[in-house]
């Protein structure tokens, strides 16, 4: 895989549309002009399907009322079920093995609330030290429920660069100690990906239990969770899925865990044939649908409906051929154009290592990020020192990589940075 030549030209990144075999989906997507949005890494964009989607679920409620539980083309009742079992080829699981329930936070409380059994010198869990913060305020949390100081109990990783992780340094924490591992699929600043296979075997040869947060993966690579043998997975739908804004989230729990009580039981974790029920006591789907909570969020979940739907025809393998194709270009634009001007590249050359963001560090990055908006280019900022790109495959264009990196050539040869404060935003 990988570009079969490079040419830092705009006839170049046209040839590279036009064989673009996933360019007709760039017009399912509502693209504001004069625009090159970058930040599918942190909320990708609206498509139509997920606009029709959700207006029709509004629809529903409007003709339907209580009746849109179990009537129309969507039935609520079991929208989450099937919205599950269109993820499941996104993260190489069965059907039954997920779920489009809660937010990436409350699925890690779930998870970590009914796996997380601290036994005798088994009390710790092992995560790393350049996660995101929500995942550490969650392992510290349910520590305390257990009654355990997060100080000591809560391992994380070292970094030896500041940028990536080693599986090494990961495999040597595995102590007699840990109880539970949680780790990133792909590092939210850098975009390197972990072998998750390895880190999953290494874990069940100590007798460790594994799981792993999806956010800045699902949708952009592919994954084989059953396959590898993972325990469990959680991620967000807004950002690579295109579910929107407070999009409802996922999980994935293996099915040698079915059975397995929910550490936080809740009305719609029930068998369906028992939920109307009314008993006080809990019948438990068998099937991740157990590990739901609460009433599904229909308006964060419908938009689903169309997402999925496009990812289901374009192939999670075509999207990741092109979005590996694209980070190349325009780390290969960037090392042409921006030679000299004080630009590094933090994520990994290695395509089996890199996800589908570049990350390109500057001491001026806050600034840089707010000349780009200026310039009509949309970017994200991580503090320090971290510019994330992410030409997103399903709509963004060669041409588009292309003319970023010209605007961006632009903005540091006229210092255009200079008259923005080096510092980030109340939203980075």
């Known amino acids: 895989m990988g570009l079969y030549s490079f040419e830092p030209t705009h006839d170049y990144a046209q040839i590279l549309d036009q064989n673009d075999q ?3 989906y760039r017009n399912e997507f509502y693209l504001k002009p004069n625009s090159i949005y970058l930040d599918g890494n942190s909320l990708g964009l609206l498509s139509k399907r997920a606009e029709k989607a959700l207006l029709d679920c509004v629809n529903d409620w409007k003709e339907r009322g209580i009746d849109g539980w179990m009537q129309g083309d969507h039935p609520w009742f079991y929208l989450s079920e099937k919205l599950g079992a269109l993820c499941a080829p996104l993260v190489g699981g069965l059907p039954e093995e997920v779920i489009v329930t809660g937010s990436t936070t409350v699925n890690l409380h779930q998870l970590v609330a009914t796996f997380y059994k601290p036994e005798g ?3 710790k869990i092992l995560a790393d030290e350049l996660t995101f913060p929500s995942d550490i305020y969650a392992l510290q949390s349910q520590l305390r429920i257990h009654g355990h100081d997060p100080e000591p109990h809560l391992l994380r990783v070292k970094s030896r660069d500041g940028r990536f992780l080693e599986e090494k340094d990961i495999i040597d924490a595995m ?35 594994i799981g792993f947060d999806g956010c800045h993966s699902i949708g952009a690579i592919p994954h084989s969770f059953s396959d590898w043998d993972v325990d469990f997975a959680y991620w967000c739908s807004y950002k690579h899925l295109n579910g929107g804004p407070g999009a409802v989230a996922g999980l994935y729990v293996n099915r040698k865990h079915f059975g397995t009580l929910p550490g936080l039981a809740g009305w719609f974790g029930s068998k369906k044939e028992h939920q109307f029920d009314m008993e006080h006591t809990f019948f438990p789907a068998e099937s991740a649908g157990a590990y739901q909570i609460g009433t599904p969020h229909l308006l964060s979940v ?69 000349a780009l908006k200026e310039n ?22 060669y041409c ?8 961006l050539k632009k903005i540091m040869s006229e210092k255009q940075y200079e008259k923005f404060k080096n510092e980030r935003e109340v939203v980075a």
């Open 175 to 209: 102590t007699e100690e840990v109880a539970l591992i949680i780790l990133p699929t792909v590092l939210y600043r850098s975009g390197q990906i972990l072998n998750m296979e390895r880190l999953t075997k290494e874990a069940h040869d100590r007798g460790i239990l």
């Open 376 to 397: 009509g280019v949309i970017p994200d900022f991580r503090a320090p020192n971290i510019i994330r790109l992410a030409p997103v495959a399903l709509y963004t264009s």
């Open 400 to 407: 588009e990589v292309w003319q970023a990196v010209q605007i």
């Open 302 to 370: 419908a938009p689903l409906i169309g997402s999925l739907e496009m990812f289901g025809e374009a192939g999670i393998g075509n999207i990741r051929t092109k979005s590996l194709l694209m980070t190349q270009y325009l780390m290969e634009l960037v090392k042409h154009e921006l030679n000299g001007l004080g630009f590094s590249i933090g994520s990994p050359m290695d395509e089996v290592r890199r996800g589908g963001h570049v990350s390109l560090e500057h001491a001026e990055a806050a600034r840089i990020c707010k």
């Open 22 to 24: 996933l360019a007709a």
């Open 121 to 123: 010198n088994r009390t």
